[in-house]
């Protein structure tokens, strides 16, 4: 390669540079803003996430909740403005990539991959409503249920939470469910790129079950609401994983067919 090709190549390579620099610059910006919201509102939020507590707790009971340094208010808003900036950022963000990768794309490629950036959020989205609306609230009810009353020969246990200390379960939950509600458009987009079929995906069901009690283990709590509460939505959502793939696989067929048809008649 001549040093005329050398410095040629560099152009298109600075330019992409460019543009990487200002796709991230407009994230950055977008996480910020919300992130000033997100902290002005911290407390209307924290009350928000909080509702599943209430309903575990009972109509009429109070509901005290701590913070033991002087600090720690402090910081769980700035996690919770933090936690809020990212979820709320995120539709900026992802058509920033998008407005990157979408030139190097051809234009069927561009039309398989915005189905993909659509589902993301909507699936975390509905992981993190499973949670708020549903294994939280069991969640607690089964913690709350550990509580002793003060009698004969046994003395009171009562449960008085910290501030950071639910704001940090609530949010491993939110970002557990999440993520693994991410599976179908992980095996999905495996599923174009040939790396996994739908076949191999019904012969490893046995570890797929397996796996999904291992991670839900990891990712949640030690209590079995959790657990079983992550576990079995993995697993329908491998189902429809499958389901997905095998659809991948028919228009794939189906492509090649047609161009098959085209070079016999050509």
Known sequence: MSQDDIEASKAPLIEHLIELRQRLMWSIAAILVMFVICFYF????????????????????????????????????????????????????????YMFVAPGLYKNERGAFLPFLIATPILFLIGACLVYFLVMPMAMGFFLSQEQLAGAGQVAIQHLAKVSEYLGLIMVLIFAFGLVFQLPVVLTLMGRAGLVSSEDLKKKRKYAIVGAFAAAAILTPPDPISQIGLALPTLLLYEVSILSVRLVERQRAQREAEREAEDATA
């Open 42 to 97: 911290a407390t209307d939020i924290y009350n928000i996430l909080t509702i599943p507590y209430l309903r575990a707790v009972g109509e009429g009971h109070p509901v005290e909740m701590i913070f033991t340094a002087p600090q720690e208010w402090f910081f769980t808003q700035l996690k919770l403005a933090l936690f809020g900036a990212l979820f709320l950022a995120f539709p900026v963000v992802a058509s920033q990539i």
